[in-house]
């Protein structure tokens, strides 16, 4: 079983950076892809990135591509979204996920994402 974390979220200007982290117990961490969605007031949760067990291979959804990047770190259980040039319409509650299913031909199905943490929220201002 996996448990996860976020953290690193909060309020910073449009064109702004943050780093959300996600801590992950659990031995068999490097056996998981991992993924962080997002979910805005009255909005489904949406996809945001994945990254594969062996970090050879990373994933964005169209509307971060470009601006945020998916990194992981197996040897400390950790997995991280860096996010730069932020704007108003990327403010969510984002929340880190892992799977036994890894593509990069399109986002994931939200079905198969196997453990989720509680969120961190994000809010940019204009």
């Known amino acids: 079983q996996v448990q996860l974390v976020e953290s690193g979220g909060g309020l910073v200007q449009a064109g702004g950076s943050l780093r959300l ?3 992950a117990s659990g031995r068999t961490f490097s056996a998981y892809a991992m993924n ?3 979910q805005a007031p009255g909005k489904e949760r949406e996809f945001v990135a994945a990254i594969s067990w062996s970090v050879g291979s990373t994933y964005c959804a169209d509307p971060v591509k470009g601006r945020f990047t998916i ?3 197996n040897a400390k259980n950790m997995v991280y979204l860096q996010m730069n040039s932020l704007k108003p319409e990327d403010s969510a509650d984002y929340y880190c996920a892992a799977s ?4 990069n031909s399109g986002p994931p199905p939200t079905h198969l ?5 509680k969120g961190t929220l994000v809010t940019v201002s204009s």
Do not use: K
């Open 21 to 23: 982290s996600c801590a």
């Open 36 to 38: 962080w969605f997002r």
């Open 71 to 73: 990194s992981r770190d």
């Open 113 to 117: 994402m196997e453990y989720w943490g």
């Open 100 to 103: 036994n299913y890894y593509t």
